[in-house]
């Protein structure tokens, strides 16, 4: 059983920057397929972005060129930098593994077997 749990939501006024991040309990970065996803209020939940084990990276088109994954392999850490937030960025942010190909379960929340608790973020202005 894989353990997720994510770190680094907070509060920030429009334009600024937060860097999440989601430490694993095994071999994750290694071993998953992992992805960020956020849901707001009344939403359905949505990949933001989405990464493999050799480091090949996709992203939603509304983040492209605001928000970097990362994955720091020494320490286990899926990390998400955002910056220049928006408003409707607003949401919970979820990390996300499976042990499947990215190419098979990328796309979907169903494709993601384990899950953190989410952490918020709140952009105003």
């Known amino acids: 059983q894989e353990h997720l749990m994510e770190s680094g939501g907070g509060s920030v006024q429009a334009g600024g920057y937060l860097k999440l991040s989601c430490a694993g309990s095994?071999?994750?970065?290694?071993?998953?397929?992992m992805a960020w996803f956020r849901q707001a209020p009344g939403k359905e939940r949505e990949e933001v972005a989405t990464?493999?084990?050799?480091?090949?990276?996709w992203y939603a088109e509304f983040v492209k060129g605001r928000f970097t994954i990362s994955q720091d392999k020494a320490k286990n850490t899926l990390t998400l930098q955002m910056k220049n937030l928006k408003p409707e960025d607003t949401a919970m942010y979820y990390c996300?593994?499976?042990?499947?190909?990215?190419?098979?379960?990328?796309?979907?929340?169903?494709?993601?077997?384990?899950w953190g608790q989410g952490t918020q973020v709140t952009v105003s202005g």
């Open positions: 996300a593994a499976d042990l499947a190909l990215c190419s098979v379960v990328k796309g979907s929340p169903l494709g993601f077997e384990f």
């Open positions: 990464i493999d084990r050799n480091g090949r990276t």
């Open positions: 095994r071999d994750t970065v290694n071993s998953y397929c």
